[in-house]
Nanobody, 128 residues
């Protein structure tokens, strides 16, 4: 059973940085895509960044391009999200997710239904 546990959230002022980490236990190699999603109060969950493992390709939603960086550390079995130049609109609960085994064969998307393992989330609050 794959389990995902997020850490690294917190409160920061606009312009600051945070680094989120998702520790996975269990076998995740067959999850070709791992991603970060976020959900703000009253809003739908949205995909933020994804990592396609076979090619080490990264994907970002437009609003975070140039500010966020996703990476995967196979030695530590973690998925990290470096967030720089944070804005108040980045405030949300951030979730780590792993795709269904071999669901993605060429690239990742942010279709939440394709991700079958989810962490409990870590809160990020950015004040102006």
């Amino acid at each position: 059973q794959v389990q995902l546990v997020e850490s690294g959230g917190g409160s920061v002022q606009a312009g600051g940085s945070l680094r989120l980490s998702c520790a996975s236990s269990g076998f995740t190699a067959s999850s070709t895509c791992m991603a970060w999603f976020r959900q703000a109060p009253g809003k739908e969950r949205e995909g933020v960044a994804a990592f396609y493992s076979p090619a080490a390709t990264t994907y970002y939603t437009d609003s975070v391009k140039g500010r966020f960086a996703i990476s995967r550390d196979y030695a530590k079995n973690t998925l990290d999200l470096q967030m720089n130049s944070l804005k108040p609109e980045d405030t949300a609960m951030y979730y780590c997710a792993a795709s269904a085994p071999y669901y993605y064969s060429t690239n990742c998307t942010f279709t939440s239904g394709a991700y079958i393992r989810w962490g409990q989330g870590t809160q990020v609050t950015v004040s102006s």
